[in-house]
DNA sequence: AAACCGCACAACCGCGGGTGG
DNA sequence: CCCACCCGCGGTTGTGCGGTT
């Protein structure tokens, strides 16, 4: 009964990564690519399980990582996408070149989250908050420094109907996706939308993208590199 | 200077979906 | 068609660091 456990818990060691071993993976991806991530624990000589394994690669070792906090745009594409998505890491990062799931869960949770009930709005249903403060409705829609960068959710403008890029990058991320039970997609609750899913971040994504499609000429994004990085090791 | 607190990040855990035998 | 296995995802926890009192 039950499901085994992804790794027999013995002798596997757990905790933060060496240098050492961040090494020895890092140069085993790169020399057989990230493939039967069970296996590249043995293979590659790492006391680890294969989960961790992957884990401590996409998350951090993976080449074509963007490190540091994110910007502004960054940010409000994060809400833009969350709204539009719930808690769909993986599809949220696909908008966002060189983040990861993680890292904009761990934003989420500890920045934007705070940001946003600070600023009124329910971070889980983008909606204004049951009990607004008196200045909730001028910081709703309020033009003041902190609330700039994130967009109040008063504003009949959500980005995805009228931006290509945006409706783009859903389509893409939300390609075969079961998204369409997302309950609240194209309810009201997503009608009004910030001003600020503005066309900055959009063409900054933008940048991202040409910029990614010319790093895939010398290491490729993630999918290209994984590609590479298969077919150099795959046929070995 | 020390203690405390909050933040940011890294990592682990359990579950569900997809796939091959 | 069923079962077992593997992978990926999302939630949660742990830890280190910087700022404040």
Redesign the pocket.
């Known amino acids: 009964m ?5 790794c027999d ?1 013995l002798g ?6 060496t240098a050492e071993e ?1 090494n020895k993976l890092f140069t085993f991806i790169l020399s057989y690519g ?7 624990p043995k293979l590659a000589g790492l006391r ?5 394994c ?3 690669w ?3 070792l993976r080449p074509d990582l963007k ?4 910007d502004e745009a960054e940010e409000q594409l994060v809400i833009d996408l969350h709204a539009r ?10 908008g966002l070149p060189g983040r ?4 904009i ?3 989420w ?3 934007i989250k ?1 940001k946003l009930i600070k600023m009124g709005i329910d971070p889980v249903t983008h909606q204004p908050l049951q009990k607004p403060q008196t200045e909730s409705s001028s910081q709703g829609s309020s033009t003041d420094s902190s609330s700039a960068a994130i967009s109040p959710l008063s504003e009949p403008n959500f980005p995805a109907k009228d931006q290509p890029l945006t409706s783009q990058i859903w389509m893409e991320a939300l390609q ?1 996706d ?1 998204w369409s039970n997302f309950s609240t997609w194209g309810s009201e609750s997503y009608t009004d939308f910030g001003p600020h899913s503005s066309e900055d971040s959009l063409n900054q994504l933008l940048d991202y993208y040409k910029d990614l499609g010319d790093k895939d000429c010398e290491l490729g994004s993630s999918g290209n590199f994984n590609k590479q990085l298969a077919g150099m090791g795959e046929k070995d």
């Open positions: 039950g499901r085994q456990p992804c818990k596997v060691k757990k905790g933060p990564w961040d990230p493939c039967c991530w069970r296996a590249v680890r399980c294969g989960k961790s992957r884990l401590r996409t998350n951090y490190r540091g906090l994110l998505l719930g808690n769909r890491w993986s599809k949220i990062a696909a990861t799931d993680n890292e869960k761990n934003h949770n500890t920045h705070k075969d079961s």
